[in-house]
């Protein structure tokens, strides 16, 4: 079954304590992005890449870190969490189509930072 | 500064009728917009989309409008269904690089 996979599903977390979100595709798709969505604010992203090695900010990047060292895989790092990240987390991977980008997004992760 | 903006946080209608969900946007460079559905508890899921090149895109019960011009988009659902409850995201793209989403809008449609 084709999908994006995030784990962990739901986080709480202290200020400080650095700490990863793995998100993974089976579709082999090029490109794959993190959004944040905040009440009232939308989905905002995060952080993108284009393709391994390949990463570029989004509209909200501060205070987050990616890598993207092989296609399936883009995990999301916090290096020093604080309260203003508790968001719920997603991913998303998507490939060009005729159209344009249609992209599929995980189940998302919910982060609580106290 | 929210580039894309859906002004409306909820809607209702009658099973049976026509839902119209709106989206403006600012930024002139976008190329590409997209509708998104999202269920409670579940991620995103891609529905319709529309590059600047055309005005109007149809998949089954679901069109998309796009008024380059007024810089303003519309999903129109017909025949709405109860199924169709969700929170609506537009969102719009500029070389498909990066993505701008909207605040969403409530649908829920009464049976």
């Known amino acids: 079954e084709a999908q994006v996979t995030q784990n962990p599903r739901y986080l709480i977390t202290v200020t400080g304590k650095k700490l990863t979100v793995t998100c993974s595709q089976n579709?082999?798709?090029?490109?794959m992005s993190w959004y944040r969505q905040d009440p009232g604010l939308g989905l905002r992203q995060i952080y993108y890449?284009?393709?391994?090695?390949?990463?570029d900010k989004g509209d909200v990047p501060e205070g987050y870190k990616v890598s993207r060292k092989e296609k399936r895989n883009f995990p999301l790092i916090l290096e020093s969490p604080s309260p203003n990240q508790t968001s719920l987390y997603f991913c998303?991977?998507?490939?060009?189509?005729?159209?344009?980008?249609?992209?599929?997004f995980g189940p998302g992760t919910r982060l609580t930072v106290t | 500064d929210q580039q894309v903006k859906q002004n409306s946080p909820s809607l209702s209608v009658q099973e049976g009728r026509i839902s119209i969900l709106n989206c403006d946007y600012t930024?002139?460079?976008?190329?590409?917009f997209l509708w998104y559905k999202k269920y409670p508890a579940e991620g995103p899921t891609f529905l319709i989309s529309?590059?600047?090149?055309?005005d109007k895109n149809e998949d089954g019960r679901f069109t998309v409008f796009l008024n380059k011009s007024a810089k303003h988009l519309s999903l129109h659902i017909v025949p709405s269904q109860p199924g169709d409850s969700a929170v609506y995201f537009c969102?719009?793209?500029?070389?498909?690089?990066?993505?701008?989403f909207g605040t969403g809008t409530s649908l829920t449609v009464i049976p």
């Open positions: 998303a991977s998507s490939s060009p189509s005729p159209v344009g980008y249609e992209q599929y």
């Open positions: 579709m082999n798709h090029e490109y």
């Open positions: 890449s284009m393709n391994v090695e390949v990463t």
């Open positions: 930024n002139s460079m976008f190329d590409y």
């Open positions: 529309i590059s600047s090149i055309k």
């Open positions: 969102a719009a793209s500029d070389a498909g690089n990066q993505f701008y």
